[in-house]
């Protein structure tokens, strides 16, 4: 199985930045899409970034500019950096690995969640 170790989450101000990361131990051969939800109490979750396996990115259109989501493949890592954040991304942030290639089986992944929030 698949171990998921999310981090980056915490409290920042309004304009200020966090990196969130996404790392998948264990025996993994490849990963489809990687990205990033998050949920709002009250409110659906909802796709934050992803990116495919060629590198192809979708950003939801509230956070166009200000965050980048990227990945690295020899370590199995997602990575959204958050900048110029603002108090309507404060949600809990969940990682989505899709596909996830392993000796016994392919396999979607989530994370546990991480909460952000931002607040002056």
């Known amino acids: 199985q698949v171990h998921l170790v999310e981090s980056g989450g915490g409290l920042v101000q309004p304009g200020g930045s966090l990196r969130l990361s996404c790392a998948a131990s264990?025996?993994?051969?490849?990963?489809?899409?990687m990205g990033w939800y998050r949920q709002a109490p009250g409110k659906r979750r909802e796709l934050v970034a992803a990116i495919s396996s060629d590198g192809s990115i979708n950003y939801a259109d509230s956070v166009k500019g200000r965050f980048t989501l990227s990945r690295d493949n020899t370590k199995n890592t997602v990575y959204l950096q958050m900048n110029n954040m603002k108090p309507e991304d404060t949600a809990v942030y969940y990682c989505?690995?899709?596909?996830?290639?392993?000796?016994?089986?392919?396999?979607?992944?989530w994370g546990r969640g991480t909460q952000v929030t931002v607040s002056s």
């Open positions: 264990g025996t993994v051969i490849s990963i489809g899409a």
């Open positions: 989505d690995l899709d596909e996830v290639v392993t000796p016994i089986g392919i396999f979607p992944s």
